[in-house]
């Protein structure tokens, strides 16, 4: 430990150390002025700054200062470059250094589970290897500069609804193949400055006081030697907190957890060791950020503006090229441009992310500025998402008058954000209209794809061609053009799988689930591992993605026919562009154990390449396989082993076109194989649709499933939500103020994000436990004011009502 530090703990107070394992106010550590202690800054990202100015409202969504809006980690996964990822790491830190702040929170890097999450847009992909490998590019960039990171959402945080209180029921081999090994990836090889746990429970236990994950795995498996904090009122009970390996909460501004901490030392609850060792990991973060503050510090918004281009353009993906549609050409051409989303891009998600662009350029503004011979149609609105027959009639005839109709369609701000799911997979039913209208009339319509997850396209086969954009931060407009018109080649690959309809993925029966417990009763069977092990036809697979040129995969070659679990394996393959444009292809390695006695998906991603190469050139891509590459979760031993057998190395573009495949014969030790004799036909050939009985899913879970009941108990409690206690006659009068207080600063903004912000706040708040409310209101509601009101709520209204007069009085006077 830093000699400072140790000078430092010696000379603080039992208060002082208490009070500085949580957060002055929304975004800033607490300062000990007289240690020269200071405060530092923590702001949102992960694909933007998102700073706010000081006297915003508490709960963090109001106008932010202005910064480089790039892709989201939606599109930016997509383009499977971690160079790219490190170079907008690297801006962003940039960014952060001019406005002051030490830590970016960022990445997000949950898996998607299933496409109806809200908050899909702020993760990379349904892979946990490729997420890993995104990640850590990432925390590379923004560390190299100086600012710190705070990876998230520590850990199995995979739907928005009841996020807060919700238990996630996941069983061990899922736990640490799928939603953990991102983490793992990234913790190990960047060593991020910070983890973020997440707000809900993991088998049982809320993930802020987890020991499993955030003592057991996260420090001493993986050897984590940074800080931990909470996500922004995350905190269930504090001082178990800081016994599991909580440092900081965030936000601060109340006294009551602090006090909590205090007494537990004093009592002997808690070791001034354990609490030695927390304030020791936040005196280190802020050390580290205070260092690196650059008061002179600058960027080059223009540059920066080119880079978020630059991403859009490597991150977009080609998911139809119908007789070579594209690309178009500017000469002898008329256009037809269509949609509300041409005009107002949307180019990011909703919440927490929400960055205010130094500049946006619109596709319609784009294909103004190139120069581009067009008529524009407004065709829908992308508000109210119902159909206007008039708006469909102006965009049929512009159609018919074009040579190629152009349709802006995507899902709305209104439909995926921060805080809710998703209702369905499906565009608005006046973008679909619109679509079947036109490609009625019209042979030649490409779709420009906006939105941060899949959705269902009942009109592909009608259309020609079908670019996806994503979310592609502020420079979309001028990325879709030059990727229409071949200035560009695109060269993103999905990042998650694209399923026909909703149905054809395994969580679509166990998704959002709530308000109690969701069960991942497909277990380690998430996108492409259920896909192609079920063999359910997707609409486009894991890894897929077109070219305006050709490649050729040749001369698989292995080093090695048989080798030790401990060895390992060197893998090399050539591509080639057979076409004659200069491109990038993704070289994707997966590995298929075929002769596993556990059950597996058909095969994982192991490793991938991006390859630039100019018509007719060949270079050879090489890769190392470790143990790990072979290996999968032993819930028996509580170890990863490899069994003994054949492996096949496949080589392709996507995990459903395969071009190169060898075998390798791997010598595993012995050991008591998991599951066996156990019956459990769903797991070794997975169904369609995917169903798990509650037996087999309770054999693979190891123990008997969790009650589904909200409440053990009858009584209301500080875990209750605004939307349980609503329920009563005083708690409705509660829910509504709560609710009218905070979409205040929204009322009388006209703008798309407030409406947005606002439409989010009122499907989130209700599902906010009473202590999170508390932990966020800055100290106006305290835990001994919630004491007061849940006496009421549960029917002891006199003594509640003292109660709750005498926390008021004591807390005014504060």
């Known amino acids: 430990m830093d000699q400072r530090i140790l000078d430092i703990l010696e000379q603080l107070t039992l208060e002082e150390k208490a009070g500085l394992c949580s957060g002055a106010d ?15 800054m923590v702001s949102d990202g992960p694909h933007g700054l998102r700073k706010q100015p000081d006297g915003m409202d508490n709960f963090g969504l109001h106008h932010s200062l202005p910064a480089t809006c790039f892709p989201t980690a939606s599109a930016l996964g997509s383009s499977w470059n971690p160079s790219l990822i490190r170079e907008v790491g690297e801006a962003i830190a940039q960014e ?20 109806l999450c809200g908050r899909n847009f702020e993760y990379y992909s349904e892979d946990p290897y490729l997420t890993g490998e995104m990640a850590t590019a990432f925390i590379k960039g923004v560390q190299s500069k100086g600012i710190g990171t705070s990876i998230k959402h520590f850990a199995v945080n995979n739907q928005e609804n009841y996020r807060m209180t919700i238990d996630a029921v996941v069983d061990e081999r899922a736990l640490r193949e799928i939603y953990l090994l991102g983490f793992e990836m990234a913790i190990k090889e960047a060593e991020p400055w910070t983890v973020m746990c997440a707000y809900n429970k993991v088998n049982g236990t809320y993930a802020s006081e987890n020991k499993k ?51 537990a030392v004093k009592n002997g609850t808690m070791s001034m060791e354990v609490l030695d060792k927390a304030v020791a990991k936040l005196l280190q973060l802020i050390l580290n950020g205070e260092s690196n503050k650059d008061t002179k510090a600058s960027f080059d918004q223009e540059s920066h503006h080119q880079l978020a281009i630059k991403a859009a353009k490597d991150s977009a993906v080609l998911l139809k090229n119908e007789n070579g549609i594209l690309p178009l050409t500017k000469d002898k051409k008329k256009y037809a441009l269509i949609g509300d989303l041409a005009v107002h891009s949307r180019y990011q998600g909703s919440g927490s992310s929400l960055i205010n662009p130094t500049m946006i350029d619109s596709v319609y503004d784009a294909f103004t500025e190139k120069g581009i011979d067009f008529q524009y149609a407004k065709g829908y609105d992308r508000i109210d998402g119902k159909t206007d027959l008039d708006l469909v009639y102006e965009a049929v005839e512009q159609a018919k008058d074009s040579d190629v109709a152009i349709i802006v369609a995507g899902l709305p701000a209104l439909a995926e954000s921060e805080g809710f799911d998703r209702d369905h997979m499906k565009l608005p039913l006046n973008q679909t209209e619109l679509i079947k209208e036109i490609s009625a009339v019209h042979d030649n319509v490409v779709i420009v794809l906006v939105g941060g997850a899949p959705v269902e396209m009942p009109w592909i086969s009608e259309v020609r061609g079908l670019l996806n954009l994503y979310l592609a931060g502020q420079g979309i407009g001028s990325a879709a053009v030059d990727l229409l018109f071949g200035i ?21 029966s166990y998704f959002p689930e709530g308000p109690a417990t969701v069960e991942y009763r497909e277990s380690i069977y998430v996108g492409y591992r259920y896909f192609d092990t079920a063999k359910v036809e997707p609409l486009f697979p894991f890894g897929y993605g077109l070219s305006y040129t050709t490649f050729r995969f040749s001369n698989l070659v292995l080093s090695e026919r048989e080798i030790d679990e401990n060895g390992t394996l060197e893998v090399s393959v050539n591509v080639t562009n057979s076409g004659d444009r200069p491109g990038a292809e993704v070289v994707q390695l997966y590995v298929k154990d075929t002769t596993s006695h556990v059950f597996k998906a058909e095969k994982e991603l192991k490793r991938f390449q991006k390859v630039f190469l100019q018509p007719g050139e060949t270079v050879t891509c090489q890769f190392e396989l470790d143990r790990r590459a072979f290996s999968f979760y032993n819930v028996d031993m509580e170890d990863w082993c490899v069994i003994s057998g054949e492996y096949e190395i496949l080589i392709g573009s996507s995990s459903r076109d395969i071009f190169e495949q060898s075998i390798v014969k791997v010598l595993g030790k012995e050991f008591q ?4 004799g156990k019956n459990i036909p769903s797991f070794l050939t997975p169904p369609y649709p995917f169903k798990a009985q509650d037996r087999e899913f309770a054999i693979v879970y190891g123990k008997s499933l969790p009650s589904k009941a909200t409440f053990p108990g009858e009584e209301f409690s500080y875990d209750s ?13 509660v829910h509504d103020a709560i609710i009218k207080q905070i979409t205040r600063p929204y009322r009388e903004m006209e703008d798309e ?13 209700p599902n906010h436990p009473l202590r999170s409310l508390a932990i966020s209101s800055n100290g106006a509601l305290t835990f001994g004011m919630l004491d007061g009101l849940l006496l009421i709520l549960n029917r002891k209204r006199i003594k509640g009502t003292g109660k709750l007069i005498k926390e008021t009085i004591r807390n005014k006077v504060q």
């Open 753 to 765: 994000n407030a409406v947005v912000s606002k439409n989010m706040m009122k499907k989130m708040i």
């Open 673 to 676: 194989m998991p599951y066996e």
């Open 488 to 508: 560009h080649n695109p060269s993103g690959k999905l990042a998650e799988t694209f399923g026909k309809t909703y149905e054809d993925y395994p969580s679509a």
């Open 96 to 115: 952060c250094l001019t406005q002051g702040v030490s830590v970016l929170l960022g990445p997000g890097i949950n898996i998607k589970r299933n496409p």
């Open 26 to 40: 929304m975004w800033n550590t607490k300062s000990v002025e007289r240690l020269g202690i200071p405060s530092i």
């Open 721 to 733: 939500t605004l939307k349980e206690i609503s329920s009563t006659f005083v708690g409705k009068k």
């Open 213 to 263: 994950l955030l003592t057991d795995i996260l420090e001493t498996e993986w050897n984590y030697d940074g800080m931990v904090m909470s996500d922004w009122g995350a905190v269930n009970d504090r001082v178990e907190g800081v016994q599991s390996g909580l440092h900081l909460e965030m936000p601060g501004g109340g006294l009551d957890n602090d006090k909590k901490i205090v007494e």
